[in-house]
């Protein structure tokens, strides 16, 4: 059907600038009073319908958003809500254009296969982390903005793969830098960056020497949706945490945080794995990452988003060697 949408996936930022240009564009050229967002969890099936039935005001065409499908059947009454919604879609006015959002639809209920059968579907799907780049200079081109080539993976590094908070940061550095491109030294002074607790429950078991912990937390991140290539990137940043402070333990934890413009809870952390790494275990630590990393951008790895294996045998085998 050419007036049937759904809209569905976990990439929030992505469904709902789409979401935001079709109600821009629509209301451009049929006028706000033919747009109308329902929650299809709270409205019973006799509004929506009637909702989708009146007739434009002063324009050809209505845009129904409903956000979120009704949920799975367990009662009689969700099925007889949900069959009857099903019926109308079979035959919505050509005046009506509907579009369904949810970014985790239970995709076992009746509805939602019902629904992708015959709707036009659009999926939103996670920026897998090798395509973050190219994100990012569009971004910044729709916004008139520039940045250093190397400022891209640190911002990356710094935020992860969350759209959301990228967005964000690249607005603030916009309005920072004005005319003049970001830089590496721009992103370490606005942003800072994230960090995943389980990250660090990774170091600390690497920092405890623990080695079933620390690959079983390896693999938990990644199996929980984290990037493996992101885990690898706050790995080495972690390391050359380790060094700097390495270098400045004689002084108080604030003026570290101060000098390497670092969290106080980064250098608090940082500072109790210490105690379990001598300075020649941190520097061939350090040095295996690098290496890890050459082979990556050269080939020697390879890595795609079906399949990591060889990467993270790589990241086990560096875990294995440094804790034994």
């Given amino acids: 059907m050419n007036n049937l949408y759904l809209f569905f996936g976990e990439e929030s930022y992505l469904l709902q600038k789409k979401v935001k240009f079709w109600k821009e564009s629509f209301q451009k050229k049929h006028g706000e009073y033919n747009l109308s967002v329902i929650d299809g969890l709270k409205e019973s099936p006799s509004s929506i319908i009637a909702e989708c039935e009146t007739v434009p005001f002063l324009g050809e065409k209505r845009l129904i958003i409903l956000e979120n499908l009704p949920p799975a059947i367990g009662a009689k009454v969700e099925e007889k809500k949900v069959n009857a919604i099903l019926r109308f879609l079979e035959e919505i006015p050509d005046s009506c254009v509907i579009v369904f959002l949810n970014s985790k639809p239970d995709k076992r209920t009746k509805f939602f296969k019902q629904l992708k059968k015959i709707a036009q579907v659009e999926?939103?799907?996670?920026?897998?982390?090798?395509?973050?780049?190219?994100?990012?200079l569009n971004e910044l081109k729709e916004r008139r903005g520039k940045i250093l080539p190397a400022a891209v993976q640190h911002l990356i590094n710094k935020t992860g793969n969350n759209l959301w908070l990228l967005h964000n940061e690249i607005e603030k550095l916009i309005a920072y830098v004005g005319d003049k491109p970001i830089s590496e030294n721009d992103i370490d002074k606005l942003v800072t960056p994230v960090y995943d607790v389980n990250v660090f429950k990774l170091t600390d078991y690497i920092g405890a020497k623990n080695v079933k912990l620390a690959i079983d937390m390896l693999d938990k991140l990644v199996d929980s949706g984290?990037?493996?290539?992101q885990i690898?990137?706050?790995i080495i940043r972690q390391f050359r945490i380790f060094l700097q402070?390495?270098?400045?333990?004689?002084?108080?934890?604030?003026?570290?945080?101060?000098?390497?413009h670092l969290h106080p809870f980064v250098v608090q952390n940082s500072l109790k794995q210490l105690?379990?790494?001598?300075?020649?275990e941190l520097l061939q630590g350090y040095k295996d990452l690098l290496e890890i990393d050459r082979k990556l951008k050269t080939g020697e790895i390879k890595i795609s988003a079906n399949n990591e294996?060889?990467?993270?045998?790589?990241?086990?085998?560096?875990?294995l060697k440094l804790v034994k």
């Fill in 245 to 260: 402070i390495d270098e400045m333990k004689t002084k108080s934890p604030s003026d570290i945080a101060s000098v390497l």
């Fill in 275 to 280: 105690r379990s790494f001598t300075k020649e």
């Fill in 309 to 319: 294996n060889m990467f993270m045998l790589e990241l086990e085998k560096f875990i």
């Fill in 226 to 229: 984290n990037s493996s290539i």
């Fill in 123 to 136: 999926e939103f799907k996670h920026i897998p982390i090798n395509d973050l780049n190219a994100w990012i």
């Fill in 232 to 234: 690898f990137n706050i």
